[in-house]
């Protein structure tokens, strides 16, 4: 199956940009996804990417994929204390019906 | 919208016992699934289902039974719980099968005692 790889923490600055950076192995995902999850709560979407893009904009929010080095990105712009939450990245190989997530990335915003 | 419900939101259990998760979506969603959260390892798939009727085992199946009656419903059950299924348990539907974004729902925090 599909791994998907993401570091665990990352700490930065109100006001700061933050990057999150996800890993996959298998480069068959039409789409690849990014999730927010706030303490005590569910996975809410925040993005997505359709695979034949290498950037896509909404907001403050920038994802960046490179197929070749199957890398996936999501840069917050002017981040702020509400943006500290779990970030998961997820992709839906064409191999099977599944999801897979990474292990999540827990964001803290230093105000 | 109701979007996905889970309940109980929380639940203690003692070893051996059985019980029920509920999960339902009033998005007519064809792809329900369970997952599991624990610290460090992210979301791993325990069941998921393409459509009533259907069910198919994820990653971490073991201990774990589905049904799909319903296209609305999908109830996730522990036969006899044990504590290495202290969790957060959550529910996610999609429209298709493929190519769309998953709706989860708020989570059940099961402790097994």
């Known amino acids: 199956g599909e791994d998907v790889e993401q570091s665990l923490f990352l700490s930065v600055r109100e006001g700061d940009s933050s990057v999150i950076n996800c890993t996959y192995t298998?480069?068959?995902?039409?789409?690849l996804y990014w999730y927010k999850q706030e303490p005590g709560a569910g996975l809410q979407l925040l993005t997505y990417?359709?695979?034949?893009?290498d950037m896509k904009q909404d907001q403050r929010l920038t994802v960046l994929l490179n197929k070749k080095d199957k890398h996936l990105s999501l840069r917050i712009a002017d981040t702020q204390t509400g943006d500290s939450a779990i970030y998961f990245c997820a992709a839906q190989p064409n191999t099977g019906n599944q999801f897979y997530f990474g292990t999540g990335t827990s964001l803290t915003v230093i105000p | 919208n109701a979007g996905v419900t889970q309940t109980p939101k929380f639940q203690v259990l003692k070893t051996g016992q059985s019980m029920t998760l509920q999960c339902a979506q009033d998005?007519?969603?064809?792809?329900m699934s369970w997952y599991r959260q624990d610290p460090g390892m992210g979301l791993r798939l325990i069941h998921y289902s393409v459509g009533a009727g259907i069910t198919d085992q994820g990653e971490v199946p073991n201990g774990y039974n589905v049904s799909r009656s319903t296209t609305e419903d999908f109830p996730l059950r522990l036969l006899s719980a044990a504590p290495s299924q202290t969790s957060v348990y959550f529910c996610a539907s999609s429209y298709r099968q493929r190519d769309q974004p998953q709706h989860f729902g708020d989570g059940t925090r099961l402790s097994i005692l």
């Open positions: 298998d480069s068959s995902s039409t789409y």
């Open positions: 990417i359709f695979s034949n893009m």
């Open positions: 998005m007519n969603h064809e792809y």
